[in-house]
């Protein structure tokens, strides 16, 4: 199918991700106008996520496209499925989503494509089951940014850790690949102790961060692969007193306001925890 391939895209100029361009320019060409879409992604709450649908949903006005937008509370690649079985029966025309996992929704995936609607991927790919995935940022250039901003705090030899959500998170796993990849060519003095999972929650992440901190006494910089452990991250290196001493290396979307979303303000951030973070929006 001509349009079963990825689309890495530039990013200058672009609003609200460069999911709003590509999902307009794939809209106009299979004529969709005037019909129903669905995008789901991950999970509920987390400030990429709810950007991309902002501009999804900007687009969709444009071309008289119902879009419907929610998602699992939590990260599940089976709550997903859930929610796509109940939408194939909607009669939507398009499903747009970011998958928890690169195999579990493949299933129900295939079954819409069955049905006649067109499955769109986003950020995190299920390569056997769609018609066209956007991937905004190459996998090695997030995972070189990250790497060399850590070696530019800690120096080529030291200990550092990493916070994902969880062990089957595809994109992360892509990110985590990429930095090891890099490590092992550029800077082999780089210790991965360890890598924690706060299942995108907050308060999880905090937990796992301070755990990483007590176990690993050398560590001396945690890179965050997922929003909501750049913020409880950030908050366990704040309350061990740790704030100068390990670095903080996020990853997510660029706001002025210093916020990692827009509904969880990062105190720590704003008190100089944060040592940098890599980001792939505008």
Not at 28 to 38: E, K, M, P
Not at 94 to 107: L, W
Request: charged share 20%; hydrophobic share 40%; with cysteine.
């Amino acid at each position: 199918m001509e349009d079963r391939r990825r689309s890495r895209l530039c990013r200058d100029g672009c609003d609200n991700g460069p999911d709003r361009r590509v999902f307009l320019g794939w809209c106009r060409r299979h004529d969709l106008a005037h019909d129903q879409g669905f995008n789901g992604p991950e999970l509920l709450g987390l400030a990429v996520f709810e950007a991309n649908d902002q501009g999804a949903a900007q687009v969709a006005k444009k071309l008289g496209i119902d879009l419907t937008y929610t998602a699992p509370a939590t990260a599940s690649a089976e709550g997903q499925v859930s929610i796509f079985d109940a939408e194939i029966a909607q009669h939507y025309n398009v499903i747009t989503m970011s998958s928890d996992d690169p195999t579990v929704p493949a299933p129900v995936l295939k079954k819409a494509m069955k049905a006649g609607i067109q499955v769109i991927t986003y950020d995190s790919d299920v390569p056997s089951a769609r018609d066209f995935f956007i991937q905004d940022t190459a996998y090695s250039s997030i995972g070189q940014a990250l790497i060399n901003a850590v070696v530019g705090f800690t120096g080529p030899k030291a200990e550092i850790a990493i916070m994902s959500s969880t062990t089957d998170a595809t994109i992360q796993l892509a990110w985590i690949g990429a930095m090891k990849a890099y490590i092992a060519a550029k800077y082999p003095g780089l210790k991965l102790d360890t890598i924690g999972y706060g299942l995108s929650i907050q308060s999880t992440s905090l937990s796992v961060a301070e755990g990483i901190i007590h176990s690993y006494a050398n560590v001396k910089s945690i890179i965050c692969i997922d929003s909501a452990a750049c913020v409880g991250t950030a908050e366990a290196i704040a309350d061990l007193h740790e704030s100068g001493k390990i670095g903080d290396f996020g990853i997510g979307p660029r706001r002025r306001t210093g916020r990692t979303s827009p509904t969880s303000p990062c105190r720590p951030c704003s008190s100089g925890t944060r040592s940098a973070r890599a980001s792939w929006t505008c």
